[in-house]
């Protein structure tokens, strides 16, 4: 098979993996049980199809993280199987996860597409993605509108994630071009409305941050003064709508002078992780009782659920992030082979709120990391002597 067959067999491929990654998502499937094992079944089939028929665990003898990514996905499955072998309270859920973005990142490292190849996937991704927020506001809600209560929508946390990365995806294609397409533009304010409509939080706070990053390197002073003044004589003459819309998008029914009530009771869960981390450091709640409800932080959901021997995933995690803050700010935000690692805004501010976030929840993360993996392979081709 000659090479050019070869790359379109392959994006052919990954066009189907992301359409049935996001369509996972869809009320119809992810609501359904036997639909949706059936979806996973299938993602996992031609994911592993084409790792093994393009051979792209070989990503890790060319990429230095990738590489590691492998060393501790080998340590974290060794440290589990061994704590399972002696009986102690072990969940599998972190190593399958680590497992599924290392493949994604395998995948996009060794496909070595151009950028046109990833300026298409990228539309394509955010498309579905835009798609997938349309369907879950009229399975959940029955139209685009926006609800006083934050929990009508029961999958907000995982889809507001795909379609704020989507939206960032969108953002990156849209100005990144010469000549601006207004489908496009049409087609990315409706996407940051429905992010907004999801009532994800915390997607929308880490698409806020995008857009400040991007805002910042991608326009010149005299935009950027301009579009301040635009957004000013709107919430002028629109205050009283902006403002109420606002504060239901982020305080709804939860009393904004509590704490407590403002982050759902999560603030004192990850107290609660802490305290318990502190009291059983050595195995946490793989050796002790634990009534703990679910963390939501990272950090403090695996220092409690592992104690110490969370030092390995938490040193690749504070090692990961420091990696992608610094090509963040090194980024070019209008070259389309920069939009993996821009994506990473999203699960990385995500792990600070969330519990599974960075590498979760279930198959949420699997083609941000696939275009984090096309990033990696620009950054090494870059470095190559022409």
């Avoid at 979806?39 to 994911?47: G, T």
């Avoid at 309270?89 to 190593?95: A, E, G, L, P, Q």
Wanted: contains cysteine; hydrophobic residues 55%; proline residues 2%.
């Amino acid at each position: 098979m000659n090479a050019k067959r070869s790359k379109t067999i392959l994006l052919v491929l990954v066009v189907i993996w992301i359409a049935l990654t996001v369509g996972a998502f869809t009320p119809y499937v992810i609501l359904n049980s036997s639909r949706y094992r059936i979806i996973r079944i299938a993602i996992l089939a031609v994911m592993m199809l084409i790792v093994v028929a393009f051979s792209c665990i070989k990503a890790v003898k060319y990429n230095k993280f990738i590489a590691w990514y492998m060393a501790v996905v080998g340590i974290v499955g060794i440290e589990l199987f061994t704590f399972k072998a002696f009986d102690l309270n072990v969940s599998y859920n972190d190593i399958v996860l680590l497992v599924f973005t290392f493949l994604a990142t395998c995948i996009g490292y060794k496909a070595g597409f151009d950028k046109r190849k990833i300026e298409v996937l990228t539309l394509i991704y955010g498309m579905l993605a835009t798609a997938l927020g349309v369907l879950t506001m009229i399975g959940f809600v029955g139209a685009i509108r926006l609800t006083n209560y934050m929990y009508v929508i029961d999958t907000k946390n995982m889809v507001g994630q795909i379609v704020a990365t989507g939206g960032i995806g969108l953002t990156i294609v849209t100005f990144g071009r010469k000549r601006i397409q207004w489908w496009e533009i049409i087609l990315l304010v409706f996407t940051v409305i429905l992010i907004f409509l999801l009532r994800c939080r915390t997607a929308i706070v880490a698409f806020i941050l995008f857009g400040a990053l991007y805002g910042h390197r991608a326009f010149d002073s005299k935009a950027l003064i301009l579009s301040f003044y635009v957004v000013l004589i709107a919430l002028l003459f629109f205050s009283s709508q902006v403002f109420s819309f606002l504060d239901t998008v982020f305080v709804g029914r939860f009393d904004v002078t509590d704490i407590e009530s403002l982050s759902a009771g999560r603030m004192h869960r990850n107290v609660q992780g802490m305290e318990f981390f502190f009291a059983h450091p050595f195995f946490g709640e793989m050796g002790a009782h634990s009534e703990l409800q679910n963390i939501h932080n990272y950090v403090i959901k695996r220092l409690a659920a592992y104690g110490f021997f969370s030092l390995p995933i938490l040193a690749f995690y504070f090692w990961f992030t420091v990696k992608v803050i610094k090509e963040w700010i090194a980024a070019d935000v209008k070259d389309y082979y920069n939009v993996g690692s821009l994506m990473m805004i999203i699960p990385f501010f995500a792990s600070l709120l969330e519990p599974l976030s960075p590498f979760g929840p279930g198959l949420v993360q699997i083609i941000p990391f696939f275009f984090y993996g096309c990033s990696l392979r620009s950054m090494d081709d870059k470095k190559k002597p022409q």
